[in-house]
């Protein structure tokens, strides 16, 4: 009852000992159950698939399955993976939001211009409490043109209040004929001179021709002139041909132009430029974040800068982008050839046993479903398969090093001797052998053995005594061992030889050789009893 108390809550099945038939609905039952965990991670977490610390997992997991391969503790940290991301997208997004009501309460624009985008602001709070995930790109979009806008404006108050000073000024030099013109300017407000600025401008014109004042004409046609040169090459990049050719007529007829009104369609054609411009660097941003750690975080960078600037250019970036496809390509075909190199080495090794082959071969399932999904896997999934490929590789190498390291120590056993040793496992027993020096103490030594005369063991004892087995070929197979073990830099514990349906153990135990011949069926049990 003690003994059973301390395994409480541990339950350890030996699928070696099951029928082929039972492990494999075992198996099958454990891939359900994984598959369905992974289908409710999937479904609650879908916002968070991209994520640059969920997808690499995420996609290890997926292609382990795929390969009917369980995989154990690595869905319990896909879960973790998940819960952590959610954490940090819930605050980023928190975070976010908080600045950009804090943004749109700064804004110099009337309380009924930002009333949509308040509202849309709470509702994406709301969302964000109530556990689901806003999309706040749009309206980070309608806040930068409401930014667009509120700039815009002061831009034009400020220009409209410098030309109503220097026309002030102007008018201030001139006689008695302007002084009505002069008082009715001063008397113009802030919000009417969009509209009143260009009559008082074109009722002055009028006025200097009547007066007789040609030169002061020609002058003021002279400035607006060189005015217009100035705005016309980006006012024409902007597609506001018609406006410059409309204020060019005016010139020629040798009338005064509204060039404030060209002034406040450039502005208007720049922010709204901005804002397409913008646009494209968030749709751009979107496909570098699929490239993060593939060489996206330049681009990322190269992104947040390009948004800074008063007229982004997106071009640069998309040729960047494009650059960073091509190389994914070549990365694709790299590892197509990397993989079908890999599969011919393992090919030739595949009939050498190790702890190394053994490892190796509960990967190949992982490799095999990764070639055949490497025509559509992305950025992150490349990252994958390089990462796990370049593990197998040094796997590999590692293989071919003890096999390299097994043929060299085979070679130095005599041919003799092995074949009398695999005489004996043929015949099931041997003639009697001379008997080696009795043990000190028979006694303790059957002590000793007694836990490991499991069923199915048919010899055991320690290498020197008196065996049903030839000494000889077991010394030396030993002797050849132990040069395995000083050439890979290792200790070894027990070695288990196969052949047929009979398992002969080798095993360090106490200073000294133990040797067991037993059934094959059995040799899970004993191994484990063993090592106890």
Wanted: glycine share 6%; net charge negative.
């Amino acid at each position: 009852v003690e003994e059973a108390s301390e395994l409480e809550g541990e339950l350890w099945v030996d699928l070696e000992a099951l029928s082929q038939e039972a492990s494999q609905r075992i198996l099958a039952l454990e891939l359900e159950e994984e598959k369905r965990r992974l289908e409710e991670l999937l479904s609650r977490y879908a916002p968070l698939v991209e994520r640059a610390t969920v997808s690499p997992l995420l996609a290890e997991v997926q292609a382990l399955l795929d390969a009917g391969t369980p995989v154990g503790e690595k869905l319990k940290a896909l879960e973790e993976a998940f819960q952590e991301a959610e954490k940090n997208l819930r605050a980023e997004k928190r975070a976010r939001l908080i600045q950009l009501q804090e943004t749109l309460r700064l804004l110099s624009l009337p309380e009924e211009a930002k009333l949509p985008l308040q509202q849309a602001l709470q509702l994406a709070e709301e969302t964000l409490e109530e556990g689901g995930y806003p999309d706040l790109l749009p309206l980070e979009e309608e806040l930068r043109r409401l930014e667009g806008e509120a700039q815009r404006k002061a831009e034009e108050e400020k220009r409209l209040l410098q030309e109503k000073e220097a026309l002030v000024a102007e008018l201030e030099e001139k006689g008695e004929a302007f002084r009505p013109l002069l008082e009715e300017l001063r008397a113009l407000p802030l919000e009417a001179l969009p509209q009143r600025l260009p009559e008082v401008r074109a009722r002055y014109a009028e006025l200097l021709k009547a007066q007789g004042e040609e030169a002061a004409l020609r002058a003021k046609l002279a400035e607006a002139a060189k005015a217009l040169e100035a705005l016309k090459p980006e006012a024409l990049a902007l597609g506001l041909k018609e406006k410059v050719a409309e204020a060019e007529t005016l010139l020629a007829q040798g009338s005064l132009p509204n060039l404030g009104a060209l002034q406040t369609s450039l502005e208007e054609a720049r922010t709204k430029a901005r804002q397409e411009a913008l646009s494209e660097l968030s749709r751009l941003q979107a496909l570098a974040e699929r490239f993060r750690g593939f060489g996206g975080e330049g681009i990322l960078r190269a992104i947040a800068e390009e948004k800074g600037k008063p007229l982004p250019d997106p071009t640069p970036i998309a040729r960047a982008l494009e650059a960073l496809k091509r190389r994914m390509e070549a990365k694709r075909e790299e590892l197509t050839t990397r993989l079908t190199a890999f599969f011919q080495a393992y090919a030739r090794l595949e009939g050498f046993q190790s702890e190394t082959g053994r490892r190796l071969r509960s990967l190949l399932p992982v490799l095999r479903s990764a070639q055949e999904k490497l025509p559509r896997l992305g950025p992150q999934g490349l990252l994958q398969v390089e990462r796990t490929l370049g593990q197998v590789e040094a796997l590999l190498r590692e293989l071919e090093r003890e096999q390299e390291a097994a043929k060299a120590v085979l070679q130095e056993i005599k041919g003799e001797d092995l074949e009398a040793l695999l005489g004996v496992f043929d015949q099931g027993r041997t003639p009697a052998q001379a008997k080696a020096p009795e043990a000190p103490s028979p006694m303790d030594l059957e002590a000793d053995l007694a836990p490991l005369r499991l069923p199915g063991v048919e010899v055991l004892g320690y290498l020197g005594e008196a065996l049903p087995l030839p000494r000889e070929p077991l010394e030396a197979l030993v002797q050849a061992l132990d040069q395995l073990d000083k050439s890979l830099g290792q200790t070894r514990g027990p070695a288990a030889i196969l052949l047929g349906e009979k398992a002969l153990v080798l095993a360090p135990r106490k200073g000294r050789i133990l040797v067991a011949l037993l059934e094959k069926t059995s040799l899970s049990a004993f191994l484990i009893e063993l090592t106890s």
